[in-house]
């Protein structure tokens, strides 16, 4: 580090790295303009059982988003080529766990009024259960079916772009969480209900299923 250098009388000086517009660590060592592969062989051995496969090859991460949730705990996605995502949730900067969605629908809204709607009457944000790509999906927030339906999960966005990353965007979201069992490779797929306000005029709702990595999934360069 330069400033070492010169506390013990070296006089190289390096040049100075462009000062990052987040003050925390990126998990994995994911990074805007980074690459990211999955490992699809689950979908190739059991290609009836998934509703959406993650996407093919090695994926460029042009965009990067962080949630802080409070108390420490934060989410990071880093959003891909193909219309999809990785997730890597922290809680103190270490790993909790690590998913990935595809995107699978974008819903328009027509005015304000209507996003409003969806978001306080809508089944898809909040019912215990829900029918969604011919499946039947349980929701993993709230206390089971002891509410017919609970409201949305709120939290905000900030996303991240361009090469030195600089803030480009806020959001706030509207979620709810889904979930379904995969019988054979046993494994659980998420469905990702979101109301997304980019501000008083610009409103979507999208739809992403998903499902729980490892690090041994991923190829990270």
Known sequence: MSWLKGLFGGNDKAPAKPALPFAHELPLGLRINGRVAFD???YRAHPQAWSAQLPEGHQGIPCYGHIDLGGGHALHR???DDDA???VSTASGQIEGIKAFMFQETVNPP???AFQRFIHEHPHLGADRIEY???TWYREFGDGEAA???PAVVYDEVLYRHDPPRRDDD???????YRREVAEPEREEFLLVTAEDY????FVVTYAIGLDLTTADLDIT
């Open 171 to 177: 959001l706030t979201h509207y979620a709810m969480l």
């Open 78 to 80: 880093f959003y891909l």
């Open 40 to 42: 699809t062989m689950m």
């Open 133 to 135: 790509a011919g499946r």
């Open 111 to 113: 005015n304000q009024a």
């Open 85 to 87: 995502y990785l997730q």
């Open 148 to 150: 017919a339906k609970v």
């Open 199 to 202: 501000g008083p005029s610009e």
